[in-house]
């Protein structure tokens, strides 16, 4: 069983940044592959970004590409989403998922277990 519990969401401007992070507990993080999704109002969740378990080896959604950038801490169990030049259209709740395995997956059946979100508010 592994616990993910996501924070650092909040209401910021356009062009501004945010980070955030999702801590991980219960077996050894390392083992997981880890990844981002969204959920928009209204809209289906989708996915943003993932990382394999080792920390090598990133894939990003095309919307987010060259903005949003995912990186892992094995030592403390966490993973990372930097957002930098923060659009409108990133308004949603973020979600951070852990999928047992080396690779990484773009599809959320792919992902064990998930965390509760945080809310991302971008205004224009």
């Known amino acids: 069983q592994v616990q993910l519990v996501e924070s650092g969401g909040g209401s910021v401007q356009a062009g501004d940044s945010l980070r955030l992070s999702c801590a991980a507990s219960?077996?050894?993080?390392?083992?997981?592959?880890m990844g981002w999704f969204r959920q928009a109002p209204g809209k289906e969740r989708e996915f943003v970004a993932n990382i394999r378990a080792s920390g090598v080896g990133t894939y990003y959604a095309d919307s987010v590409k060259g903005r949003f950038t995912i990186s892992r801490d094995n030592a403390k169990n966490m993973v990372y989403l930097q957002m930098n030049n923060l659009k409108p259209e990133d308004t949603a709740v973020y979600y951070c998922a852990a999928r047992l395995g080396f690779g990484g997956a773009v599809l959320e059946p792919a992902y064990d277990y998930w965390g509760q979100g945080t809310q991302v508010t971008v205004s224009s």
């Open positions: 219960g077996r050894p993080f390392s083992a997981y592959a």
